[in-house]
């Protein structure tokens, strides 16, 4: 079993900053690919960013594409998303979420192939 706990949301302007944190219980075979998803209102949860534990391969959506940042801690057993350049479009519910490696072989951050997720975290950005 997973759990999984998101941090570091908050209410920032526009051009601000945040770095969201993922502590995990456990690193096992269903770890071995972390993500992590957004849902704002109105719209469908998106898959923001997925990091491959293996060499530490990373996946962005182009929406955030150089602009954030994923990586991991495993002394920490952490999952960081660095958030830059925020603008009201990034205000949502952010979640992490973990699955075995396989998770991370698709080409695109899907929320399909993920079975844990932590209960997110509040990030509101206001112009």
């Known amino acids: 079993h997973v759990q999984l706990v998101e941090s570091g949301g908050g209410s920032v302007q526009t051009g601000g900053s945040l770095r969201l944190s993922c502590v995990v219980s456990d690193y096992n075979e269903n770890t071995e690919c972390m993500a992590w998803f957004r849902r704002a209102p109105g719209k469908e949860r998106e898959g923001v960013a997925r990091?491959?534990?293996?060499?530490?391969?990373?996946h962005y959506a182009d929406s955030v594409k150089d602009r954030f940042s994923i990586s991991q801690d495993n002394a920490k057993k952490t999952v960081y998303l660095q958030m830059n350049s925020l603008n009201p479009d990034d205000t949502a519910m952010y979640y992490c979420?973990?699955?075995?490696?396989?998770?991370?072989?698709?080409?695109?951050?899907?929320?399909?192939?993920?079975?844990?997720w932590g209960q997110g975290t509040q990030v509101t950005v206001s112009s």
């Open positions: 990091i491959y534990s293996g060499g530490a391969a990373t």
């Open positions: 979420a973990s699955d075995r490696a396989r998770a991370c072989l698709r080409g695109s951050i899907s929320n399909t192939e993920f079975g844990y």
